[in-house]
């Protein structure tokens, strides 16, 4: 069976059909260089998700930045009266669990969407050439922007109670690459399965919630026993959400173990998310 | 065979996989390698033919031969079960126009998510959105949400986007169907001069505008080309045959 579709704007797309003939550094690179061939798109398509989620809205994005506001708000004013945790930590216990919602929030929602994505997006799919592989990347843009507004007002709300942030938060971006890896792969994944049957997209709706429970989100894995240890990092989540905790709270550099085994989960679940995408995307086109 | 292609499909075959069951989809995917858990419904076999630079090419078939499954073929959106497509140069496709519409942007938003979907850079949509908006003829509607225009409308839209992707080949299924006739004018006498510089593939049930457009006619019938020549003698022997093989549903005929 051999299929060669060649034209001047698609030359790209036909060859990493037929990627792993190519020689490793080609693997590791195509799905960067996909992107930024694409970019234009992305954005293009960005832009109108991101007009679509507060279109009939007045205050369009000061919801964005009320919401995590509101919540850090209730997240200290309940851990200091209802808790009756005292002193500094009431504060420390509201932000590590605004963190831990922060990143529980961006992966929920990538996870339940991801099953839909390509039915969402059917009419490009099958009515236009597009490359649906870019639908993880602005899938995932789209996430990040409201993940990040809720991380700026948490930046502002410590910096504002606690006075100041720990120099570690500089060396972030190195704990966010490999979250974001994982957290495209895990798209790519299940967007090409989610097309096969709607029980992905049921499955993740009714897993989501229990998954809040085995992230440490309410709760920290340091010092805990050792099955709810095994039990949290099971979860790919729960060690970015641990090293961020040590570096914003504890300004501290984390667990280099758990750092090295988080990235090695992030490299392998992105390229496999990326190559069972890419192996069943022509499939998916078919049943979507 | 000569060199100067644009188009070369060679044997070209495309089977949907049929399940009786829903979730059949999965387990064949989980465990395909071992147990085939769908039947094979060939929409097209052994497809052959050439299109030249400048040529604008018919196909004419009835419902289900499978026009719309070749010309997904010819763009890439879906890949044939065998044979070998071959395209060169830029594909632009007015494919079901105006479905792959937003309805709550405005007609000039659309133009540029479109813009992007068939590989115009940013810059270069804004510089040709006057063009784009004349060409629709829509008017003050190029400002108003998709979802308040007719379905016409939206044809002249979307017939005005794909006019100005810089495309060296043109693929039309069934566009021209809704718009009213001077709009089907401007997009025949657009064809007809974009024949000038790329390759038109055209599906139409329009006999007339088979023969006032094409060069060549592809006739499709059951998923087999039942035959390929001059467009006046085709639509003729087509037209013939409908009168004779009258319109039964033992056509949709699924297996082999």
């Known amino acids: 069976m051999s299929v060669s579709i060649k034209t001047k704007a698609r030359v790209k797309v036909a060859a990493h059909r037929r990627g792993s003939e190519k020689g490793l550094v080609h693997f590791l690179i195509v799905p960067f260089y996909n992107a930024l061939q694409y970019r234009e798109l992305i954005r293009v398509v960005l832009g109108r998700e991101l007009y679509q989620r507060f279109r009939a809205s007045y205050f369009g994005w000061i919801w964005a930045v009320l919401t995590p506001l509101l919540m850090l708000f209730i997240f200290t004013a309940v851990s200091s009266s209802i808790l009756k945790i005292g002193g500094d930590t009431e504060v420390n216990f509201a932000l590590s669990m605004f963190i ?18 390509l039915t969402e997006h059917v009419n490009f799919i099958k009515k236009s050439i597009f490359p649906s592989e870019i639908l993880a990347w602005t899938s995932m843009l789209r996430s990040l922007t409201y993940a990040g507004i809720g991380f700026v007002v948490y930046l502002a709300f410590q910096l504002y ?54 992230t ?28 961020t905790r040590e570096i914003l709270l504890i300004g501290r550099l984390p667990d280099l173990m758990t750092f090295l085994i988080a990235w090695c989960v992030a490299v392998v679940v992105f390229y496999a998310g990326y190559s069972f995408f890419m192996r069943f995307r022509s499939v998916a086109v078919d049943v979507i | 065979m000569s060199s100067d292609w644009m188009i070369r499909c060679t044997n070209v075959g495309k089977a949907y996989q049929i399940y ?23 929409v097209l076999r052994n ?37 070998e497509i071959l395209t060169r140069g830029r594909i632009a496709p007015v494919l079901a126009l105006g479905s792959a519409f937003d309805l709550d942007l405005t007609g000039r938003e659309n133009v540029l998510v479109g ?22 003829g829509i008017g003050e509607f190029f400002d108003r949400p998709v979802k308040f225009y007719s379905s016409g409308m939206a044809a002249r839209l979307a017939f005005a986007i794909c006019a100005h992707v810089d495309a060296d080949i043109l693929i039309i299924d069934e566009a021209l169907a809704v718009g009213d006739e001077a709009f089907q ?27 006032s457009l094409c060069s060549r006619v592809i006739w499709i019938e059951n998923g087999a080309v039942r035959e390929i020549g001059d467009p006046e003698e085709i639509t003729r022997k087509y037209q013939k045959a409908l009168v004779q093989e009258k319109d039964d549903s033992a056509r949709f005929h699924i297996g082999n």
């Open chain 2, 20 to 42: 009786a069951v829903y979730d059949h989809r999965l387990m064949q995917m989980l465990f395909g390698r071992f147990k085939k858990f769908y039947q094979d419904f060939w």
């Open chain 2, 115 to 136: 813009g992007a979907v068939l590989g115009l850079k940013r810059a270069r949509i804004l510089k040709l959105m006057n063009s784009i908006q004349e060409f629709s």
């Open chain 1, 216 to 243: 440490p989100v309410f709760y920290t894995v340091i010092g805990q026993p050792l099955e709810v240890k095994l039990m949290a990092y099971i979860n790919p989540l729960s060690p970015y959400v641990e090293m």
């Open chain 2, 185 to 211: 004018e401007k997009c025949l006498k657009f064809i007809d001069d974009f024949r000038a510089r790329g390759t038109v593939f055209f599906v139409s049930h329009s006999a007339k505008q088979i023969e």
């Open chain 2, 47 to 83: 497809i052959s033919f050439e299109v030249k630079r400048g040529e604008c090419v018919g196909v004419m078939g009835r419902n289900g031969a499978g026009k719309t499954t070749l010309l997904q073929l010819i763009c890439g959106i879906t890949e044939p079960t065998h044979g």
């Open chain 1, 161 to 214: 109670i606690a006075g100041t942030i720990p120099l570690a938060a500089l060396l972030l971006p190195f704990i966010l690459i490999p979250l974001f890896l994982l957290l495209l792969g895990l798209v790519w994944f299940f967007s090409a399965l989610g097309a096969f049957t709607r029980d992905i997209a049921f499955m993740m709706a009714a897993v989501m919630p229990a998954f809040m429970f085995v």
């Open chain 1, 100 to 117: 831990g919602l922060l990143y529980f929030n961006l992966f929920a929602e990538l996870m339940t969407r991801a099953p839909l994505l």
